[in-house]
């Protein structure tokens, strides 16, 4: 976009906006302002084109400004903005579910629709808790996340989660009956490895200890990202997330795969439960799944799970849970067309075959200043600095300016680089977010 045909808008008041996840001030003195989106682009409110390599926050996985999803939304608006759904239906919650069903992995046929991944996380863990005593084991109750985990910012996922600044300030209000297995993250071992970690498969022997300690009797679920993405891409040792299953199965515990990143296509398979074959018993979902147009999450369940609630009197309500907005008819459209794009261009299996030319682009910056660790998977790509001493966060947050004053946008968790570009992303394109971020690092101190 040529900036001089575009008045500048306004510069407008910034105080009202609390803005989340987000150092307000340092952001106010000097804000950073989108304004359009296109493609791999976005533009600036000053004109400027920037690269989005990180899929606006792991979400826009077709790229910007799709056109079938701007014209699903409109129609939909145009002709029922909303409609209930306790007691109610409209016809593309159910077709969405359909097909979300065709590419969820196997067995995992029933869908509950929230807004977000925070939601699904809350959601998932309550279907977990409600499916033990539906089936009789009421003295299953306790829930394992693991250390480093992000699930969002509810109750349910800041407890199970283990990010210490999600947690410190709400530790009146954890809830209860919660344990945490130890992270994987291991740089004498692991350090530069290039796809999966060989080193590690033996951490999840850890969840055998903490059944151990509290007796498989009293255990709901454990829940777990395939892929960490929110504390800086932390990923499976290889034979790591089967091994949990094994020890699932074993004492009849619930698995949770938390794909809100990895699903819908990231790390080239619909979901990671597919990329590594492990299929776990409930899913959730968010981002990917309208491209970030409108908001959503998703809970898969497994089969066997939703039937164990189909009992007792055919007018009682099996689950009390929803949300006001559960399967928005704009965010079902959305879905829907979204959907469709994946699978006309292939999306939701294109990052296997650019995951190579990613791997060697983020690992030929090894060497440069402050690197310690290099990681990818799919189309992720992580590049880890040493932290400047007593200031964690800002050498990363450094990089990622000068990044964004190169026109690359990539997002800085702790002092981790990520890249997670739209599932469209060209190979001339994961070159040039590397060579910026090669100069970046390069000119930081
Ligand atoms: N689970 C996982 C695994 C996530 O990554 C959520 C739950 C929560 O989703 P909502 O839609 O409530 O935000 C997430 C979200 C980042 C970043 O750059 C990651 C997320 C969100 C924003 C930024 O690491 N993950
Ligand atoms: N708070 C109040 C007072 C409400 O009436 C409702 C929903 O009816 C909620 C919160 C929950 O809102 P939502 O269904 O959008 O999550």
């Given at each position: 976009?040529n900036?001089?045909l ?6 407008p ?5 609390w ?15 989108l304004?359009?989106?296109?493609g791999?682009n976005?533009?600036?409110?000053d004109?400027r ?12 996985n077709?790229?910007?400004?799709r ?18 759904t306790?007691?109610m ?13 065709e590419i ?5 046929e ?8 925070s ?5 998932a ?5 409600a ?5 009789g084991?009421a ?8 250390e ?8 349910g ?7 210490v600044n ?12 919660v ?9 004498e071992h692991?350090a530069?490895?290039r796809?999966?970690p060989?080193?590690?498969a ?6 055998e200890r903490?059944?151990?300690l509290?007796?498989?009797s009293t ?11 929110s ?8 034979g790591?997330?089967?091994?949990i299953?094994e020890?699932?199965n074993?004492?009849?515990?619930l ?6 990143i990895?699903?819908?296509g ?7 439960a ?9 899913m959730?979902?968010a ?12 809970v898969f369940a497994?089969?066997k ?7 007792g ?6 689950l009390?849970h ?14 829907l067309a979204?959907l469709?794009?994946?699978?006309r261009?292939g ?10 030319r990613?791997e060697?682009a ?8 402050n690197?310690i ?6 189309l992720?790509?992580?590049?880890e600095l ?7 966060t ?24 990520a890249v997670?570009?739209?599932l469209?992303?060209?190979e001339k394109?994961?070159?040039r977010?590397?060579?910026v971020l090669?100069?970046?690092l390069r000119?930081?101190a």
């Amino acid at each position: 976009m040529n900036a001089k045909l575009t008045p500048a808008p306004a510069p407008p008041g910034l105080d009202a906006f609390w803005m989340p996840f987000t150092a307000n001030r340092q952001f106010k003195a000097n804000p950073r302002m989108l304004a359009r989106a296109e493609g791999m682009n976005y533009w600036t409110a000053d004109g400027r084109e920037v690269l989005d390599a990180v899929a606006g926050l792991w979400c826009v996985n077709a790229g910007h400004g799709r056109r079938e999803i701007t014209e699903a939304v409109a129609r939909q608006l145009q002709t029922m903005e909303f409609a209930p759904t306790f007691q109610m239906g409209h016809p593309s919650a159910f077709e969405l579910a359909n097909r979300l069903v065709e590419i969820a992995p196997p067995g995992m046929e029933r869908v509950f629709f929230t807004n977000s991944g925070s939601e699904a996380v809350d959601t998932a863990l309550k279907i977990a808790l409600a499916y033990q005593r539906a089936r009789g084991v009421a003295t299953k109750t306790r829930l394992i996340g693991r250390e480093k985990g992000y699930h969002g910012v509810g109750f349910g996922g800041i407890s199970v989660g283990g990010i210490v600044n999600n947690r410190k300030f709400f530790s009146a209000a954890m809830i209860p009956g919660v344990d945490h297995m130890p992270h994987t993250y291991d740089l004498e071992h692991n350090a530069y490895s290039r796809g999966l970690p060989p080193w590690g498969a033996h951490l999840a022997g850890d969840l055998e200890r903490i059944i151990a300690l509290h007796d498989a009797s009293t255990i709901a679920a454990v829940i777990i990202e395939p892929i960490s993405g929110s504390a800086g891409v932390i990923l499976p040792p290889v034979g790591y997330l089967q091994k949990i299953r094994e020890i699932c199965n074993k004492h009849d515990i619930l698995l949770i795969f938390d794909e809100v990143i990895t699903g819908f296509g990231r790390i080239g398979s619909p979901f990671a439960a597919q990329q590594f074959e492990v299929t776990p018993d409930l899913m959730t979902t968010a981002k990917g799944l309208t491209n970030g147009a409108v908001p959503m999450g998703a809970v898969f369940a497994q089969r066997k799970i939703y039937d164990a609630f189909m009992q007792g009197p055919e007018n009682a309500i099996e689950l009390f849970h929803g949300y006001t907005y559960s399967a928005h008819p704009i965010a079902c459209a959305a879905g829907l067309a979204t959907l469709d794009i994946y699978q006309r261009e292939g999306l939701l299996r294109r990052a296997a075959s650019l995951a190579p030319r990613l791997e060697n682009a983020v690992h030929s910056l090894k060497g440069l200043p402050n690197v310690i660790d290099i990681r990818n998977y799919g189309l992720i790509g992580a590049v880890e600095l040493e932290p400047r001493a007593g200031k964690p966060t800002a050498r990363a947050y450094d990089v990622f300016l000068k990044c964004f004053e190169r026109g690359v946008l990539v997002r800085a968790a702790g002092d981790v680089i990520a890249v997670s570009p739209p599932l469209i992303v060209e190979e001339k394109q994961i070159d040039r977010i590397f060579e910026v971020l090669g100069q970046a690092l390069r000119e930081t101190a």
